[in-house]
C-alpha cells in the first residue's frame, strides 16, 4: 500500500470496555512497532514484531494490552477492560527491516476512555 | 535499556534564526538516531537520521550532529521558517525498539 493505515481512527470506549485497533503496515515491511503517544509527549514504545514473532513486549504496560500479527503482516493491538489511564493515542509503524531502519508511522487512533 | 533526554522542553526563536535541539542517550550500543517532526493532530515524519559510523549529516537547512564519546546528538535548524513551527523528536536506537525523547516544542515567531 501507500503507507502505515490504521483503524479506527478514533475510539470511544466505556471504562471496562475491551477494543481492538487495527495497523496494516506498508507491504513487505518486516518489522512492525506499537507506540503510546500521551498528550503532550513523546511515544512510548509498546511492542515490535518481526515478520509475526513477538521479539519484544517490554512496553506493555499491564497484562490488559495484547498484540498480535498472526501473518506477518496486519496487527492488532487488544486492550482489555479498558481503564482512563489507556487513553492516548496509539501509534503503530513499520520499517524495511529491523529497528535500525527508517519507520514509517501511521496516523494513530485515538483511544478516549470514558 | 537505552534512555533518551531531550532540551529544551519549549523553543522560540525568530523567524529566520537558527533552532538547536539536543539529546543525550544511555545506551552506548545504540547506533542509530532519527529526528522525527511532528504537526498537531499529524503522523510523526523522518526528517532527517545519522548512524553512529558518521558525525555530522546535512540536508539543507536541517543538519545533524552526533558526539559517541559523550553520547550526545543535536538537531540544527537554519534560516527558521514559520512552517518548521511543530514538535520534534529525537531517538536511539540499537538493532531492536526505538526510544524516543520527551520532545521539543518549536515555535517560529514572526
Known amino acids: 500500500g501507500a503507507g502505515v493505515s490504521q483503524s479506527p481512527r478514533y475510539k470511544v470506549a466505556k471504562r471496562g470496555q475491551d477494543v481492538a485497533l487495527r495497523c496494516d503496515p506498508i507491504?513487505?515491511?518486516?518489522?512492525l512497532f506499537w507506540y503510546q503517544q500521551a498528550l503532550g509527549q513523546g511515544p512510548e514504545f509498546l511492542t515490535y514484531?518481526?515478520?509475526?514473532?513477538?521479539?519484544?513486549k517490554s512496553g506493555l504496560p499491564s497484562d490488559r494490552f495484547f498484540a498480535e500479527r498472526p501473518e506477518g503482516s496486519v496487527s492488532t493491538l487488544k486492550i482489555q477492560r479498558t481503564q482512563q489511564e489507556d487513553s492516548a493515542v496509539y501509534l503503530c509503524?513499520?520499517?524495511?527491516?529491523?529497528?535500525?531502519?527508517?519507520?514509517?508511522f501511521g496516523p494513530g487512533t485515538r483511544l478516549t476512555v470514558l | 535499556g537505552e534512555n533518551v533526554e531531550q532540551h529544551p522542553s519549549t523553543l522560540s526563536v525568530q523567524e529566520g534564526d537558527s533552532a538547536v535541539i539536543k539529546c543525550t542517550y544511555s545506551?552506548?550500543?545504540?547506533?542509530?538516531f532519527p529526528w522525527y517532526k511532528q504537526e498537531l493532530g499529524k503522523r510523526p515524519q523522518l526528517i532527517i537520521d545519522?548512524?553512529?559510523?558518521?558525525g555530522e549529516k546535512k540536508d539543507q537547512r536541517i543538519a545533524v550532529t552526533l558526539n559517541k564519546t559523550a553520547k550526545h546528538f543535536s538537531l540544527h535548524i537554519t534560516e527558521t521558517q514559520p512552517e518548521d513551527s511543530a514538535v520534534y523528536f529525537c531517538?536511539?536506537?540499537?538493532?531492536?525498539?526505538?526510544?524516543f525523547g520527551k520532545g521539543t516544542r518549536l515555535h517560529i515567531l514572526p
Open positions: 545506551d552506548s550500543a545504540s547506533n542509530y
Open positions: 514484531f518481526q515478520n509475526e514473532a513477538q521479539l519484544d
Open positions: 545519522i548512524r553512529s559510523n558518521v
Open positions: 507491504s513487505g515491511h518486516v518489522s
Open positions: 509503524a513499520s520499517s524495511f527491516q529491523k529497528a535500525g531502519d527508517e519507520q514509517f
Open positions: 531517538a536511539a536506537s540499537g538493532d531492536d525498539k526505538i526510544i
